[in-house]
């Protein structure tokens, strides 16, 4: 059962760290190295925390980090988890609801995503302003975690207008042309059809992806506010007449991985 499994996690690490996180930051592909930055860092692995899944996906490291950076308590997960490494949507969410106990208010999530408007190339970075969720399973569904958040939560303001206006500050302040869009979740492995994304630009997407709405969602449930930064590491499935492939979504977020890390520091540092 996820709430024993959260409820171990939590008193494990209690025990563990010393400091009250208020902002979780959740790195996607090739962004694990930001926390290293952090004062008196502490490093747990996924392994080790009970309850916890395990990562399967190559850049993703599996580490939790506690640390201070710009006078803030931080939690970083270097690495999260997916649906398509076949667990639960209840399960892929258990590290926010674990780190939601432990104090966090803020969430910033960052993933690496397909462009699907026309307007984008690989190697920009979008802020979310919505999303879609095209995968057909929410985290929420089951018996409701009353500590955590209502039967019915409210997604109206799932990506924070606030948080999103400081990002867009610091696209200005260190000059990066960052673009908006909205999200949308399909459920991977495998990438999508050229049909698919003439569908999801029709509904209005302007990427697409495999992670961050049920974080989101389950992070909006508990009322935590959320921003989130999608790194458009290739054009999706039939943009252009190429295949697609993981190796380039993680050689685009390695050359970019210089400027999204400037653009987290910002925000960590005005928030």
């Given amino acids: 059962m996820t709430k024993k499994r959260i409820e171990d996690a939590v008193v494990f690490l209690k025990e563990k760290i010393e400091i009250v996180p208020e902002l979780l930051i959740i790195l996607g592909s090739g962004l694990g190295d930001y926390a290293e930055s952090f004062e008196d860092a502490e490093k747990i692995s996924y392994l080790d925390i009970p309850g916890f899944p395990k990562p399967t996906v190559p850049g993703h490291a ?19 988890f997916h649906c398509y490494e076949g667990y639960t949507p209840e399960e892929t969410v258990i590290p926010i609801r674990v780190l939601i106990k432990l104090g966090i208010k803020r969430m910033l999530i960052t993933n690496a995503a ?38 019915f939560s409210d997604m109206t303001y799932a990506y924070d207008k606030n948080l999103r206006n400081t990002l867009f500050d610091g696209g200005k ?27 999801s630009r029709v509904i209005g997407a302007d ?62 540092s005005n928030i």
């Avoid at 000059?175 to 569908?199: H, N, R």
């Avoid at 050359?255 to 987290?264: D, F, N, Q, W």
């Fill in 62 to 80: 599996g580490n939790l980090v506690f640390g201070k950076k710009h006078e803030k308590s931080i939690a970083v997960m270097q690495g999260r």
């Fill in 114 to 151: 397909g462009g699907v408007n026309e307007g984008f190339s690989p190697g920009d970075l979008m802020v979310i302003t919505d999303h879609i969720n095209l995968a057909g399973f929410n985290p929420l569904r089951g018996k409701n975690h009353d500590d955590l958040g209502p039967r």
């Fill in 173 to 199: 302040k260190l000059g990066i042309d960052l673009k908006q869009g909205v999200y949308c979740l399909w459920t991977g492995p495998s990438f999508e059809t050229p049909a698919e994304i003439v569908m």
């Fill in 207 to 268: 990427a697409v992806g495999m992670s961050t709405v049920p974080e989101v969602i389950a992070a909006n449930h508990a009322g935590i506010k959320c921003a989130g930064i999608s790194c458009i590491t290739n054009m999706a499935a039939g943009m252009l007449d190429q295949p697609l492939n993981h190796e380039e979504v993680l050689e685009t977020g390695e050359r970019v991985k210089g400027k999204t890390k400037e653009l987290i520091d910002y925000f960590v």
